[in-house]
Nanobody, 124 residues
Framework: QVQLVESGGGLVQAGGSLRLSCAASRRTYSIYAMGWFRQAPGKEREFVAAITWSGGSTYYADSVKGRFTISRDTAKNTVYLQMNSLKPEDTAVYYC?????????????????WGQGTQVTVSS
């Protein structure tokens, strides 16, 4: 089993930046990809970004493309989400997740393990 621990959330003004981190508790040889999802109050959890662990291919939701960047450090078993030009509509709890198999990258049901979430609040 993989345990994921997120950090880096907080309160920021619109136009500002934050970097989220997600550390995996064990070796990641069984991980195909890691992703970030978010859930705003009253809304479903939605895909934000993902990265394949071995090849580093990246995927983004249209709403964050050009503003957010996902990356990973394989030596530290950690994935990052750099968020720039933040908007109030980016306010949500952000979750890190991992998946073991090559399947639809943006489908949350394809992810096996989840972190506890970290709050991101963007004020206008």
């Amino acid at each position: 089993q993989v345990q994921l621990v997120e950090s880096g959330g907080g309160l920021v003004q619109a136009g500002g930046s934050l970097r989220l981190s997600c550390a995996a508790s064990r070796r990641t040889y069984s991980i195909y990809a890691m992703g970030w999802f978010r859930q705003a109050p009253g809304k479903e959890r939605e895909f934000v970004a993902a990265i394949t662990w071995s090849g580093g291919s990246t995927y983004y939701a249209d709403s964050v493309k050009g503003r957010f960047t996902i990356s990973r450090d394989t030596a530290k078993n950690t994935v990052y989400l750099q968020m720039n030009s933040l908007k109030p509509e980016d306010t949500a709890v952000y979750y890190c997740a991992s998946k073991r198999y090559d399947s639809t990258i943006y489908a949350r049901d394809n992810y096996d393990y989840w972190g506890q979430g970290t709050q991101v609040t963007v004020s206008s």
